[in-house]
């Protein structure tokens, strides 16, 4: 099928005209043609839709140079071609020179085809090129206006210093303007700690990487920002340089940091069955987690039900009396009102006009402390600028927490307060029941803790050697009468059942989280120094010390006291056997202490 081609000739010679389109169809065009030879005709005429134009030089009016700027005027890309009958060369330079496609003589119109052809190429070419360009300044202008006002910062550097800078990049990093980014070293703004690891990562120095890093930018007022940047080479007004994108994930960053803190608090207050664990958790979390400048945590006394500072950071652990008045002012709203939380922002709050302080908090975060309907306490968070309700929030998740800790803290304690009131009520009626005075095992614990003083132990190893005394024969329980009260020998049978009270007595207060150093201390209280005693044989410094002291004030209360079997031993013969089997049965030193402290006893009767 035949190419359509539509032709407008300017001609004044029709018999011209048919020679032309001939010689066009022979070329293997399809030709639509139109004919004129004025200037209004040829204005009235000219459509953007045209192929090409052909245009004999000289016209009875006007000329096709005239014709050529008439063109030009109306904005058409249209091919031109001079065909005429003469011509000097130097007009044909000027319509050439002026844009015209090309110029035939009229005796020469054989080449009129191929002209068009190429004309015709040449319109396909341009039309092609300005396609392309109007792409790429459209393409270029969306990456600008997306660039421009992207919420991401956006620069572009050299590899030392920044070159470009979007609106947001300049709102990042908190100066007025772009403009004010350019020319600044771009490695001034990573955090001092990461500017090594960053240089490593530069992917100018690794063009195939690109890879997606967390860092942490400074601003110019000195403030944090937590981002991830990625880089990649590209060209830049014909220089090699890096596009960086920066997206502040500081938001992201914070509820990461909270989520694990809660993890972390979370599973912490979970296992704290002891409530003198709690306040210091709270506080140490608090204080990293916020940035706090101080934290107190405050518990209400169960028998007063006056709030007591428990724990403190910072400032409130020198000023104790400021924060617990805070802590009632907040007690009282929280009774009054049911508010869950409380922001106080000291300059201006009426509620602090009777409070005396001198100190550098400002702003202070008050949540109670409730589980269950009752409160049992208050969290106070303070810090020298404000505090963001999003952090109060926080705060009162960390409260619930913690609350319910109290609560089941409290409850494990009174149940293992219960226990020992049981398991003490148990080892008193044990006394009575295998020895002629029921204070057998309160005399025992009385020598025993004054030992473990002369023998320089701590408050710890002090009250773990008086419970074991208290408690040393509670295993006894185990044991039935008729081998406990046996007035004579007890057969091999028997004495493997007795020696079994040390393990029992150890297994009853085991569970017990307040005796776990008083349970080894009643296993092996029946140890002998050299080794001969149960349940374990062990030797020496293997023995608790606790169980060590224990051995040596029962044998000489069990040889000062009556027995169904024998009757007791003076002071000075229950003194001679200690000394006598001191190094064997008993610890020299503690035998040595054991008498000095009878001694300092006799001296107080």
Not at 335 to 350: C, E, H, M, Q
């Amino acid at each position: 099928m035949k190419p359509k081609l539509s032709v407008l000739i300017l001609e004044d010679n029709p018999a011209d005209v048919e020679l032309m389109l001939r010689e066009i169809r022979n070329a293997g065009f399809d030709v639509e043609a139109q004919r004129v030879e004025k200037r209004e005709s040829f204005l009235k005429v000219l459509d953007p839709f045209l192929d090409i134009i052909l245009a004999d030089y000289t016209l009875p009016q006007f000329n096709a140079l005239e014709a050529l700027h008439l063109l030009q005027a109306r904005g058409l890309d249209i091919p031109f071609i001079v065909v005429t009958g003469t011509i000097s060369e130097e007009i044909a330079v000027e319509c050439m020179k002026q844009g015209a496609a090309d110029y035939l003589i009229k005796d020469r119109l054989a080449r009129l085809g191929p002209a068009i052809t190429h004309a015709l190429h040449e319109k396909s070419l341009r039309d092609a090129k300005q396609k392309a360009e109007l792409d790429l300044r459209e393409s270029e202008e969306r990456y600008r206006l997306l660039v421009e006002f992207s919420p991401e910062a956006i620069y572009v550097h050299n590899g030392t210093k920044i070159i470009y800078a979007n609106p947001s990049a300049a709102e990042l990093v908190g100066t007025g303007s772009p403009q004010d980014l350019i020319g600044q070293p771009v490695f001034d703004f990573f955090h001092p700690g990461g500017r090594k690891s960053t240089r490593a990562t530069n992917p100018g120095l690794h063009p195939k990487q690109n890879p997606l890093v967390e860092y942490r930018f400074i601003r110019t007022d000195g403030k944090g920002v937590d981002v991830e940047v990625r880089s990649a080479p590209i060209t830049y007004q014909g220089k090699p340089a890096l596009q960086t994108i920066v997206r502040d994930i500081s938001e992201r960053k914070q509820r990461e940091r909270e989520l694990e803190a809660l993890v972390s608090i979370s599973t912490v207050l979970r296992v704290a069955y002891s409530r003198d664990d709690i306040p210091t958790v709270l506080v140490d979390q608090l204080m990293e987690l916020l940035k706090a400048d101080t934290v107190g945590v405050l518990v209400i006394n169960a028998l007063s039900g006056d709030l007591v500072l428990e724990e403190a950071e910072g400032e409130w652990e020198t000023t104790p009396e400021f924060i617990i008045s805070v802590g009632e002012i907040t007690k009282q709203e929280f009774l009054i009102s049911g508010a869950s939380s409380l922001i106080f922002v000291i300059k201006g709050d009426a509620r602090f006009k009777h409070l005396e302080y001198t100190g550098e908090i400002q702003a202070i975060a008050c949540v109670p402390l409730v589980a269950q309907g009752e409160l049992l306490g208050i969290l106070c968070v303070g810090r020298k600028a404000s505090i963001e309700p999003n952090e109060v929030q926080l705060v009162t998740a960390i409260s619930d927490m913690a609350a319910n800790a109290l609560l089941r803290a409290n409850t494990h304690e009174k149940l293992e307060t219960t226990f020992i009131e049981t398991v003490l009520a148990l080892a008193k009626t044990l006394d009575a029941r295998d020895t002629p005075t029921s204070d057998h095992s309160h005399r025992v614990a009385s020598w025993a803790q004054g030992v473990m003083e002369k023998m320089g132990g701590g408050p710890e190893d002090v009250q773990a050697v008086r419970w074991g005394a208290l408690l040393h024969d509670i295993g006894k329980i185990g044991v039935p009468d008729h081998i406990l009260l046996k007035p004579g020998p007890l057969t091999e049978e028997e004495w493997r059942i007795m020696e079994r009270h040390a393990e029992i007595g150890a297994e009853i207060v085991a569970p017990v989280e307040k005796l776990a150093n008083v349970a080894p201390i009643i296993r092996s209280h029946q140890e002998k120094f050299d080794g001969t005693g149960y349940p374990d044989s062990l030797k020496g410094a293997e023995i608790p010390i606790g169980a060590r002291i224990i051995a040596v004030v029962d044998a000489y209360s069990a040889m000062t006291e009556n027995r169904i079997y024998r009757r007791a031993r003076s002071h000075e013969k229950a003194i001679e056997e200690l000394v006598r089997c001191s190094g064997t049965d008993f610890d020299p030193e503690v035998v040595t202490a054991f008498i000095k402290v009878l001694e300092d006893d006799m001296k107080n009767w």
